[in-house]
């Protein structure tokens, strides 16, 4: 029955549920946490997005591969993203900025997608019912097939718990080469994307990334002037040693969290973090910044939210409300220079509203004299 | 900060009559404004010359006037009315206009009244070409190279510089009125001189050509916290260069990458701070090189438009409503998204569909006018389609046009087709065709500027058709294979076509197969919340979103796109219907394809399916929701034109059943049916042969009107004087046609008068509603001419023949709801000319002037009521004259007679009311945009066969201080300097006074009543009345 010659792909859920639609991309077979996203542009970015390691992404808007790939859009090396579902492939990629299509990307880097599925229905299984298991396979699977392939995806390790920054972090520390002098910046790289570093850098500083469990005594070794923790994969509660890195260098250094570095952070100081059903993953979420009253639309790309009542009232205040749902998108330390968002202010994809926050913190970096003029803090938040 | 309590009422100036550029997309985003301050507490004053309009509707506005949007009556109702502020983003640029002028004359300071939703600086930052441009170079972004001219050879001095091909952009124009591309000196003369004329500050910006570039705009929305928020983007198929209004468009952006989409995202938000509008709805165009990336702002509106009605209706976000919300001070995030309700009005709409735009002309109606597109918007109306994919949204919307795309291509020839790449409306049906014989995508693209990926999609839907074409028969397809064609975006009857089967058949073998569309919804969202607005779209997919209740429902069928004969008017009345019928209980379900509307707000009937016009989109419907009725009779001839098939299908139709509609539609029978009933038709007959129809017309007694039996635009329909000139007309038609067709011939009943009569039934009373009697004589469409009700010149015994046989024949013809029958009179004897048992164009500005809702009774009755019930038993007497005067679109067809004729061309209406029959005249004329002079000179062109006639009217105009200046046809033509111009013979001073906004008159009716509403005007003042005063003692009903 094939249209248009396509071959055939099947989408399996762990609870039973299947979907037929087209293969594309790299052939094969793909296990992995079903989540989806509502951005309508930046599918390059989002495949490249470390913070999607271990999950299936879904894209709501029904076209995908319109304008091609572009080195430039590049949020890491490689993908990330375990597989890929559109509700629509397109094999003509028109625009000047283009270097490759999509298909020849995703098989060059070996992702498995699915395409032709009716992805609203999918999206609405996903709201409804909450994140899920899946697999994809290339291929007609009959009945037995199906049975085998729900329990591969019943039998997938579950990102609850699990601590998944070792399989994305940088083997290495690094410096970006630069000719200005600028204060230096050290950025745990928990699954970091490069837009991060970009706007830094852009920000007015000189960006060392490190390895996700470089020790603090390593990172004050660098002299820093300013402290990130980035974005990242998985679920907070897993890496436990980052709690204790970033509750060590708490107060010591100006700092500035993103997304996952925000939950380490709320962790770190005694909050609590919980999954969102389906989390947020889009680039058109309002938030408002509380103190100043301005409503900013914001990228996101998280399932689990640090509890609002959970914060240290007499440590942190919140800063950003997301207006959906209430839920927890930024704070503050009220007396130290430290800061984070549960959003992503680089944006990539996604709106440029939050990009002042970058500015922010690097005024706060260019305000600090050096780690030793800073008091000796005995933090007695931590749990 | 919540709602201003300093403001207590506000006045809300509307769009005027229809015209190309300006059409029903305004009366919707009034509405919601009216709907959305008053929801708020606020005392809401509207002022519109357009009846044919919701907004216009006595309960929409605390206070009505239906009077004309000059600076003289706008003063007048301010005076009265008093409001504390005016907002001038909703009523297009007729309201912008309205407002800058009500500022420049101080007429706002004197009374103390703030402009909201856009400052002053504003709108001129955003209107004024010259403070446009500097505002973009002070942000940092760049314009087409362009300067200001004042005069030609400022122009021609810089196009020079420039060189061509150049843009020409009148200053304060809407659709572009006036401008035009230019690729040489000699067309940038004429394009400059008309742009000159049109501009109101008779300024052009003369602009470096960005043709073939990309094109898009991005609906943007402020708050008074400066949040600013982008509603919608959207792509031009066709590339720079011809008119958004004219392009095929579609939401979202397709070929930009996000990087690209963020930096106009971050211009649009820096441009919108930067012109100063403070709150509200704005849009913005781009263009951007398709080899480079570079990018140049084109334009901004600093008001709600088009697009925004476009961007509300593909996005489901209320644009025009919230934009009045917020110039009353709310901020975004503490207005909820009605369709989530949990969340907020600030967030940026993701959409999980693709919509398509596709644009309507009326090219046919002007034969003598070249139909290539350029910078001047010529459409007009629209369809709007929602797919999952754009090839299903595209194929959705051609069909949605309500044209035969397929057959005209077919039978072309190759050469002719490649011949036709540059923009003209029917270019997309010829792409596809070269597509289908084998012409690349890179050939095509590079012939016509349309973005690869675009090509490719219209590539994909004819290799679809490829594969349909080499399948087994159609038994043979099981459900999964049917589902995979279907969401392609075919409709049977494309599918038919495609494989030469009936779609009936093909219709019998899905539904076997089990395939039927499921319905998505639209919710802003792309299903990340709950959405709670019946708002849906078909597709072939695997869920269903939109369950039926189990109320007793009804569906309406609305009007499908605007076009000339078919405008908001019908709207209008479809929108009366899903009123009508809730208030009675019923669960309204609406069914359109027009995004300018009323109608297709999501919250004006129960649930609103966004779907073609056709006859399988609209039984899929009825399929789905099982309704206990449907309603045709309201929405012009789209869904007229269905209800037989509806019928065969055994879909219930409410109202006057469709035998009944064919009985007066057939002439033949109409014929003995008027002979049965004793009711004078005009002598007539139709002739196989010339032969034939030179006895006939002997027979008849010149002069007689004759037409083809099937219509070719108007163009062959002629009163014919003797028999040489029957001999030509005949030689004429013969020589274009190639299938001979029989010829119509009527008696044409000179120096008759027109009337026009709406009725209403409920089977078993019939009350005439009113008689409308047209100023100019028969022989001109009665969409064209323009009308008084009660009649002036009448005898009481004509009246009562009307009646009489308007009761007869609706009594007879077992009509349930509404009739309009045309008659002519002359001195003692009335003829029947032929009566369509449906609502008519005149039913909204009838229901203004009588006071009484006449489409929301029809449907009442549809439903069961009696017009006892209603209140409604007998012709109402009046106490006041209403006029309804027509607009046409001349001015943008070039080289065109402004001379009315049997075939309606206009495009609107204006509504002139007044205790004096002659006042009422002249404010319609007011409200149509006509100026008509208060002295000076008059030029007035001789006519020999209508001397004493023009002898009179030159005497009153002597008496009435005008001074006289005769011309004969022959002589060149005179200098300008008059301030009207009549002329009975139609010479070309006629273009020339419309090319120079100098009003005239073409028949000796318009002349006589112009010159009498001159000599009223100057003895009295003209006053200023709310609809709500007119009728203080008739039961206005709530709609909601």
Redesign the interface.
Known sequence: ????GKPPAILVLEDGTI?RGYAFGCPGRTVGEVV?N?????Y??ILTDPSYHGQIVTM????IG??GV?V??MESNRPFAKGFIV??F?????????NQDLQSFMEQHQIVGIEG?????L??RL?DGGVIKGVIYHGDADEEEVTALVADAREHEDIDGRDMTPEVTTPLPYARPTFKENPRVVVVDFGIKHSIVYKLELAGSEVIVVPAQTTPAQIMALNPYGLVLSNGPGDPDGPKYAHDTVWQLLGLLPTYGICLGHQLLGLAVGGQTFKLKYGHH?????V?NVIT???E?TSQNHNYAVSMDSLPGQQFQATHIN???DTLEGMAHVRYPVFSVQYHPE??????DAGYLFDRFIEEVNAFEGASALPAVKFEGRV | MPRRDDIKTILIPGSGPIQIGQAAEFDYSGTQACKALKGVGYRVVLINSNPATIMTDPEVADRTYIEPLTLETAEQVIETERPDALLPTLGGQTALNLAKVLHDQGVLERFGVELIGARYQAIHKGEDRQAFQEAMARIGLQTPQGRMATSLDEATDFVREIGFPAIVRPSYTLGGTGGGIAYDEESFKRVVTQGLHNSPATTVLIEQSVLGWKEYELEVMRDHNDTVVIICSIENLDPMGVHTGDSITVAPAQTLSDKEYQRLRDDSIAIIREIGVDTGGSNIQFAVNPEDGEVVVIEMNPRVSRSSALASKATGYPIAKIAALLAVGFHLDELPNDITKETKAAFEPSIDYVVTKLPRFAFEKFPDTPNDLGTQMRSVGEVMAIGRTFKESLLKGLRSLELDVRSPVRKCPTERLEAQLSPHPGRLPVLLELLRRGKSVQLLCERTGIDPWFMAQLCEIVEAEREIATLPEPERWDQELWREIKRVGFSDSDLAAIIGRSPDELRQLRLAQGSAPVYKTVDTCAAEFEAYTPYHYSTYEWEDEAAPSTRDKVVILGSGPNRIGQGVEFDYATVHAVWALREAGYETIMVNSNPETVSTDYDTADRLYFEPMTFEDVLNIVEHERPAGVIVQLGGQTPLKLARTLTEAGVPIWGTPAEAIHEVEDRDRFHALCLRLGIPQPRGGAADRPDDAKALAAEIGYPVMVRPSYVLGGRAMKVIRNGEELERYLEEVYAELSEAPSILIDDFIEGAREVDIDAISDGELVVVAGIMEHIEGAGIHSGDSACITPSVGLNPGIERALLNYSVRLTETIGVRGLINIQYLVRDNEVFIIEANPRASRTIPYLSKAIGHPLAKYAARIAAGSRLADLGLTETPRLRHYSVKEAVLPFTKFTGVLPVLGPEMRSTGESMGIDRDPDLAYWKAQLGAGVRLPSGGKVLLVDDPDRAEQLELLEQDLHNAGFAVARTSGAAPPQSSGYGLLIDTVHTPLLRQALENGIPYATTVEAATWTVRALQKATSSRLGVTALQDLFADVAVTNPD
């Open positions: 029955m094939a249209m248009l979907y989806f509502t951005s309508m542009t930046g390059q970015e709501t808007y029904p076209h319109n304008y572009s430039y859009d509700r629509e397109s094999r003509t990629a028109s625009n000047h900025r283009s599925i009716d992805t609203r229905a999206t609405r709201r889009g680039a058109n979420t309002p408002k009253g301005a409503v639309i207006l959906n749902d944006a990539s994809p996604g709106p440029h």
